[in-house]
């Protein structure tokens, strides 16, 4: 995840550059239940409204969270399917919060009530994160269920009302795109704490509606605006939290962009960027799903390292030979074609490896989601390696986030 605000705030307030940090232990997204009360187009579980067998126990669940803390996981996303779908979700919440575990929800919202909306609040989650696909008719039919959007802004309003930081999800698509700024417009409306960006991968759904995808063009521009709009608000005072996901290309560009508006600072901010190093599935970025399988990602969900209930999640992790594993964890990657000779690589880490697999069929080839031109990446021009049909933009998911 690449956290646009805070490397905007530094261009305005420099600040020395510190040793990077890093964490404990990955980030997990934990996919507790595969069930799910809406069809999303761009579901990268394939969830459906029907019970998937096989799924842990609350048991099981306890334990998996009594590893994790051991194992120092500075973070858990508890999401789905729709994890409010899951009867025991405030127990396991409950205790992730009492093991002193970040946790943040994803949830699609459209089952936040009045009913459940004061156990919510009572389980302290660190944040919520409420998926919106564009305004009103753009979201019910990428949701397939018309007054999802209504359902999910009311979840949003009762979050704010108890207290509850909360944000809005977005997976940028040639459909939604113009309406970006009428999106952006919508947080200062309903005072969201946080937003979210997301560029498809090709996962699940995701993976069949990747002709959908924005263009190349399309996703420039939004990230341009993104940027702008960020910088305009922390001029005026107004510090809201924005992210993007799925592109570590964002970073590159982020740093293209204030070497026009900051030059004196692009120096420093691409140092900070090299210490963010971009794409961190695999290693700091771990997925579990509903079966307890351990994934690289939460798009990873082809490739098993192993299962919860044969091994501990912890051992999993630390003791895994897999190869792809092996690769992601190596620096520089193994990666080929543009990824191999950009000349931000340090920055992007090679960008997501499942978008590179799903088209080309090898996880190592270069990332066809990547929106930068071979000029602005220091590499011979020519054709790109690999590339979806040509019918088929490519950039932007709906994803689950910190």
Not at 8 to 26: D, Q, V
Not at 69 to 86: C, D, N, Q, T, W
Not at 376 to 401: F, K, N, Q, W
Request: a negative charge.
């Amino acid at each position: 995840m690449f956290r646009v605000t805070r490397y905007i705030k530094t261009l305005l307030e420099p600040t020395p550059l510190g040793p990077a940090r890093k964490p404990p232990g990955p980030v997990v997204i934990w996919n507790l239940i595969r069930r799910c009360n809406l069809t999303c187009k761009h579901c990268y579980t394939t969830s459906a409204d029907i019970d998937f067998k096989g799924e842990l126990s609350t048991e099981e669940a306890l334990a998996v969270l009594e590893d994790l803390k051991g194992f120092r996981v500075p973070a858990l996303i508890l999401s789905g399917g729709e994890p409010l779908m899951r009867p025991d979700i405030f127990e396991l919440s409950r205790r992730a919060r009492e093991l002193g575990i970040y946790a943040g929800l994803s949830t699609n919202g459209t089952l936040i009530d009045e009913d459940n909306i004061g156990e919510i609040a009572d389980v302290g989650y660190d944040y919520v994160g409420i998926s919106i696909d564009g305004l009103e008719a753009t979201h019910d039919l990428f949701r397939q269920r018309q007054g999802a959007f209504r359902e999910s802004m009311h979840a949003v309003a009762l979050c704010k009302a108890h207290g509850i930081k909360v944000g809005l999800r977005t997976t940028l698509t040639q459909h939604n795109f113009d309406e970006l700024p009428q999106i952006l417009a919508m947080l200062d409306e309903h005072d969201v704490d946080k937003f979210y960006l997301s560029h498809l991968n090709y996962g699940g759904r995701g993976h069949r509606h990747r002709k959908q995808d924005a263009w190349y063009r399309m996703t420039r521009d939004a990230m341009t605006y993104l940027f702008d709009h960020c910088l305009s608000e922390l001029e005026r005072g107004v510090e809201r939290e924005y992210v993007t996901g799925n592109n570590d290309a964002d970073g590159a560009f982020l740093l293209q962009w204030a070497r026009e508006r900051f030059p004196d600072q692009a120096d420093t901010l691409r140092q900070r960027l090299g210490q963010w190093g971009g794409n961190a599935s695999g290693e700091n970025i771990a997925n579990i799903d509903n079966l307890g399988n351990v994934h690289p990602d939460t798009f990873w969900w082809d490739h098993h390292l192993g299962n919860v209930r044969e091994l501990p999640f912890s051992r999993i992790w630390r003791d895994t030979q897999d190869p792809l594993m092996l690769g992601m964890r190596q620096h520089p990657r193994p990666v080929k074609g543009r990824c191999a000779e950009c000349r931000y690589l340090a920055i992007c880490n090679g960008n997501t490896r499942v978008r590179a697999w799903k088209v080309s069929g090898d996880p190592w080839e270069e990332d066809p989601g990547c929106y930068l031109t071979n000029e602005e990446i220091g590499v011979a021009e020519g054709e790109r390696r690999i590339h979806a049909p040509a019918d088929a933009p490519l950039s932007t998911i709906r994803a689950v986030e910190l």
